[in-house]
């Protein structure tokens, strides 16, 4: 894979300046997401989740420019806090970096291009397994994929304080402490209470359960098995949690009617 080595890029395993702002460059399918979720969450403003926040579909391209004005709004305040803030779009429009670079420059914070310069078929055969309204037609990708490679020797004199290659930094340390620090406040292991016998409950119906879920002491509601109500505003469910639900042994949870 090629690399971008230019005069004045990071040598190889660097770290990137904090704070900055990181526009990421590559085609759809290159993994720019994936490169994104090595940072925590709110510091990556992800243009297909603006494009499902203000029309439902992030694959809606005629939502672009509102799209782009709401990222804008967001990145404003970020950069006027210093905080360090990653641009997940494809970024191949000079214009769009040139907006990125303008603003980063307004807030005093260095910007750096990360260049994510996976090979076209690879990005092209990636749209295969995605949903309809998200996969880019193979033309649409081979064209930013083209314009990718033309910018890259242009990008310092874009005003990017940086350019590197994505096979040229070390991120997966930082995306294993994002994601082993959750699980240790999870288990307690952060000094913390931790889920405890939430954890089952979690696994099963995912965290937005968990603020409304209480056990109860009520086991004679359930032969003897555990009971739980779940309960917001007026509404209240009592749920069952049964250690064979299926037969083969497998824990699950049944609504009691009352
Ligand atoms: N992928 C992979 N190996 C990598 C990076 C990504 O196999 N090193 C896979 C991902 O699992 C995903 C696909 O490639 O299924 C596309 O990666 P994604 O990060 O979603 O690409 P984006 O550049 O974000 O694509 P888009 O511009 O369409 O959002
Ligand atoms: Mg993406």
Same mark, same amino acid.
């Given at each position: ?6 005069? /004045? @890029?990071?040598?190889? /395993? ?11 460059? +590559? ?9 994104? $979720? ?38 404003? @305040? ?6 360090? %803030? ?24 260095? %910007? ?11 990005? =092209? ?6 949903? !309809? /309204? ?6 649409? =990708?081979? !064209? ?15 005003? &990017?304080?940086? =350019? ?5 930094? $070390?991120? *997966?340390?930082? *995306? ?11 288990? +307690?292991?952060?000094?913390?209470? +931790? *889920? ?8 099963? &119906? ?23 109500? =779940?309960?917001?505003? @007026? ?17 699950? &949870? ?5």
């Amino acid at each position: 894979m090629k690399t971008f080595r230019l005069d /004045n @890029a990071l040598p190889l /395993n660097t770290t990137i300046p904090e704070p900055s702002l990181i526009c990421l460059i +590559g085609a759809a399918g290159s993994g720019k997401s994936t490169w994104a $979720s090595t940072w925590p969450d709110t510091q990556v403003l992800e243009l297909d989740r603006f494009r499902a926040m203000v029309s439902d579909d992030g694959g809606c391209q005629e939502s672009t420019a509102d799209a782009v004005f709401a990222l804008q709004a967001v990145l404003e @305040a970020r950069l006027a806090r210093r905080k360090m %803030t990653v641009i997940d779009a494809t970024n191949c429009e000079k214009s769009v970096r040139a907006d990125l670079v303008a603003t980063a420059r307004r807030h005093g914070l260095p %910007t750096v291009a990360l260049v994510i310069a996976t090979l076209a078929d690879v990005c =092209v055969e990636r749209q295969e397994g995605r949903p !309809a /309204n998200r996969q880019v037609p193979e033309h649409v =990708v081979r !064209a930013q994929h083209a314009a990718m490679v033309e910018v890259v020797p242009g990008l310092p004199d874009e005003g &990017f304080d940086y =350019v590197v290659g994505a096979e040229g930094i $070390s991120r *997966l340390e930082a *995306l294993l402490h994002c994601v082993s620090d959750s699980r240790r406040a999870d288990l +307690g292991w952060d000094g913390g209470e +931790g *889920l405890g016998d939430l954890l089952l409950v979690r696994r099963y &119906f995912g965290p937005e359960i968990l603020p409304l879920w209480r056990w109860r002491d009520a086991s004679v509601l359930a032969d003897g098995d555990r009971v739980a109500e =779940v309960r917001l505003g @007026a509404d209240s469910l009592y749920l069952a949690q049964r250690t064979d639900i299926d037969g083969e042994g497998d824990v699950g &949870f049944e609504v009691l009617v009352a």
